[in-house]
């Protein structure tokens, strides 16, 4: 069974940073392309990030703008989202997903296979 934990959310004032972290158990960590994803209130839920499971290239929407940064540690089957500048707009509950082998398309949700509870991060003006 599959189970992603995120943590680090919180509340940041706008210029800040935070740093969010997904440990992902019960299979083999360094299998799985690992991405982020967030939720805006009344908005869907959007693409954020992706690392490869084999390459570990990343890729980034467009609005991150070289703000956020995806990494992974397989020794510790953690994903992290350091995030800096941070505005309000970047208010949203953030969700951790993994996929085995995905390596297109991570842009579309359907393609992942596991979600996490998601974590709540809060841009103050």
């Known amino acids: 069974q599959v189970q992603l934990v995120e943590s680090g959310g919180g509340l940041v004032q706008a210029g800040g940073s935070q740093k969010l972290s997904c440990v992902l158990s019960?299979?083999?960590?360094?299998?799985?392309?690992m991405g982020w994803f967030r939720q805006a209130p009344g908005k869907e839920r959007a693409f954020v990030a992706a690392?490869?499971?084999?390459?570990?290239?990343?890729s980034y929407a467009d609005f991150v703008k070289g703000r956020l940064t995806i990494a992974r540690d397989n020794a510790k089957n953690t994903v992290y989202l350091q995030m800096n500048g941070l505005n309000t707009e970047d208010t949203a509950v953030y969700y951790c997903?993994?996929?085995?082998?995905?390596?297109?398309?991570?842009?579309?949700?359907?393609?992942?296979?596991?979600w996490g509870q998601g974590t709540q991060v809060t841009v103050s003006s």
């Open positions: 019960g299979y083999i960590f360094s299998a799985f392309t």
């Open positions: 690392i490869n499971w084999s390459s570990g290239k990343t």
């Open positions: 997903a993994a996929s085995r082998y995905l390596s297109s398309d991570y842009a579309a949700s359907r393609r992942w296979e596991y």
